[in-house]
């Protein structure tokens, strides 16, 4: 198949590492994949992906609306001529109008990465809704939440599929063997884009509390974003930073999770976070918040410690994992043993089985 990759720019969230994996792994199974980013915006997963053989057209968008992309899309569209066109984000509209003018009839998945009344704004979501009423595109769920969620932002939509997001083992070592603590010190993990949804500034608060009583910790926060500096000055009001630590975007970060004690994240709420999946297949004991789809990829007690959206929650798992050596090594164990159910191989076929699909739909 000639498969034909949307996104508005590669970040390193979690849509975008999500895109990069299945973009490489439908290399792997015999695709030939083109990718389109919206704007010149160049960072480790495009180099990753040009090293690896993909290419990549930068359309130069301007910020906010730009219907002069349309054109651009569309001759890129033509020359290709993709079996299949594959969207993220926000996107969707550009890339349907441009189809239209291109005599090209691929089908167009598009992914829903979060719950569906959050990842769009009111007018995206009123265009999305005709797109996908007319079956001019195909929405994807990541999960069985986000799914019902489509249904009551869509509505007339059926039989939308739940594809899975899937994590490139190799990129996710070396795995934790030691679940000891390193001279006594209890370090905490939280990697993730500065926005609202992750819940930072709660992240503070409930250090605070717990480092009140634990000295010998520390928080690591590995990520950038529109919340950043927000969460910065709230630990330099706190006088915090000798164990608050920001180490800002890190390319290879996954590859230092085993370095910590605990994963956290605590958000308000999430689609299918791709930074859990990250940390399972590092063998991490895990605290996250039971939103959006983090249940379907954890399990409390089995593999993590799934708490509801409540600082005090967080500052008690904290002390039981702080505690609790047997504990840490048992939740991090599972969660590597429950890794393999996520495996960016398996994502690749499931989205190549649909793809297959819709192309046999359509002739």
């Known amino acids: ?109 598009h992914t829903v990465h979060n719950e569906a009344r959050k990842e769009l704004t009111d007018v995206h979501r009123w265009v999305s809704n005709i797109i996908f009423l007319g079956t001019s595109a195909y929405p994807v769920a990541l999960t069985d939440l986000i799914k019902d969620t489509i249904y009551e932002a869509y509505r007339g939509l059926k039989d939308v599929p739940v594809i899975m997001n899937g994590v490139n083992a190799d990129m996710v070592k070396p795995v934790k063997e030691n679940y000891e603590l390193t001279n006594g010190e209890f370090k905490i993990l939280h990697v993730g884009r ?60 996954t590859t230092r999770f085993h370095e910590y004690d605990v994963f956290i994240l605590p958000s308000l709420y999430e689609g299918m976070p791709i930074t859990i999946i990250e940390a399972m297949f590092a063998g991490m004991p895990i605290i996250a918040t039971n939103v959006g789809g983090v249940s379907n990829v954890l399990t409390d007690q089995e593999d993590s410690i799934l708490i509801p959206v409540d600082n005090d929650a967080l500052v008690s798992a904290l002390e039981r994992l702080k505690d609790d050596a047997a504990l840490r090594e048992r939740l991090g164990r599972n969660a590597l043993k429950n890794s393999h159910k996520f495996s960016g191989e398996q994502m690749a076929k499931s989205y190549e089985e649909y793809y297959l699909k819709l192309i046999e739909k359509n002739k």
Do not use: W
């Open 194 to 253: 500065f926005a609202e949804a992750k819940n930072q500034a709660a992240i503070v608060e409930s250090f605070e509390k717990f480092h009140n009583k634990y000295p010998n910790s520390s928080l690591t926060f590995f990520g950038i974003g529109e919340f950043f500096d927000s969460v910065k000055a709230l630990v330099d009001s706190k006088n915090m930073n000798d164990c608050v630590i920001f180490k800002g975007v890190d390319s290879k970060v």
């Open 1 to 109: 198949m000639r498969i034909m990759q949307f996104m508005p720019e590669f970040g390193l969230a979690g849509a975008e590492r999500m895109a990069e994996t299945l973009i490489l792994e439908l290399q792997k199974l015999g695709h030939e994949v083109m990718v389109i980013s919206l704007y010149d915006f160049h960072s480790s997963i495009t180099e990753n992906l040009e090293q690896h053989g993909i290419r990549i057209k930068y359309m130069n968008k301007k910020v906010g609306l730009d219907y002069s992309v349309v054109s651009a899309i569309r001759n890129e569209i033509r020359s290709f001529m993709p079996d299949v066109i594959h969207t993220h984000r926000h996107l969707l509209h550009y890339v349907v109008l441009s189809r239209m003018f291109s005599s090209c009839n691929a089908p167009i998945v």
